[in-house]
């Protein structure tokens, strides 16, 4: 079974610039999930979908950050414009459904540097 | 979500040793999982324990659920390089209709050959 993929593994940007990230989850897990892991930390939730629909959303930074998840499958984390404290692993993950943690599968992550 | 608090932040040990950690909280949790993350990975889940008192092995690891339902215990006997990484309790957040994993901040294990 192939795992969570996610890309780019790597960005830098400058602060102000916008960046995206991009995951596609396991097949035919409906909740997806975006995380937030600055160094010394452990992940924190931004966003929860199930399905194409968000469930949470209770810790994005709404004025900077926007995610969407066309046709449940893939989705995007947007930020725009990026600021140095930005600067964290984002972390995607996947499980068969709400609530479910067996099965709840991270990808590798895409490191964010803002300089 | 509730907030979990892990000790020690970091530890560094010889080949061979034993390693404990714990995780506290001030709520009552039904279900406590261990989870460990690898350099340049994401964090994969080791344990999962769903009973206060109990006690789960997988392998070298061994987890506990405190009697108090706020605690657990991770252990590691006999440590090897490849034990290296962070270990996070979590737990499955339930509130509205979430169901999302809360992470502790870790324990950063080195393990010096």
């Known amino acids: 079974e192939a795992g969570v993929a996610q890309s780019p593994r790597y960005k830098i940007i400058e602060k102000r610039q916008s960046v995206a990230f991009w995951c596609n989850p396991i097949?035919?897990?409906?909740?997806l999930y975006w995380y937030q892991q600055i160094l010394g930390q452990g992940p924190k939730l931004l966003i929860q979908?199930?399905?194409?629909?968000?469930?949470?959303d209770s810790q994005l930074p709404k004025d900077r950050f926007s995610a969407e998840r066309l046709k449940g499958v893939d989705s995007t984390l947007k930020i725009q414009p990026a600021k140095l404290e930005d600067s964290a692993v984002y972390l995607c993950?996947?499980?068969?459904?709400?609530?479910?943690?067996?099965?709840?599968?991270f990808g590798s992550g895409t490191r964010l540097t803002v300089v | 979500g509730q907030q979990l608090n892990q000790s020690p932040q970091s530890m560094f040990i010889q080949e061979g040793e034993d390693v404990s950690m714990n995780c506290t909280s001030s709520s009552i949790f039904n279900t406590w999982l261990w989870y460990k993350q690898e350099p340049g990975e994401g964090p994969v889940l080791l344990i999962a324990?769903?009973?206060?008192?109990e006690l789960t092995s997988n392998g070298r690891l061994t987890a506990q659920f405190g009697i108090t339902r706020k605690d657990s215990f991770l252990n590691i006997s006999a440590s090897i390089p490849s034990d290296v990484g962070i270990y996070f309790c979590a737990y499955m957040n339930y509130g509205g209709s979430q169901g999302n994993l809360i992470f502790g901040k870790g324990t950063k294990l080195s393990v010096k050959p």
């Open positions: 097949s035919g897990h409906a909740t």
């Open positions: 993950a996947s499980s068969p459904r709400t609530g479910a943690y067996n099965g709840y599968t």
């Open positions: 324990l769903y009973k206060a008192g």
């Open positions: 979908f199930q399905n194409n629909g968000v469930v949470d």
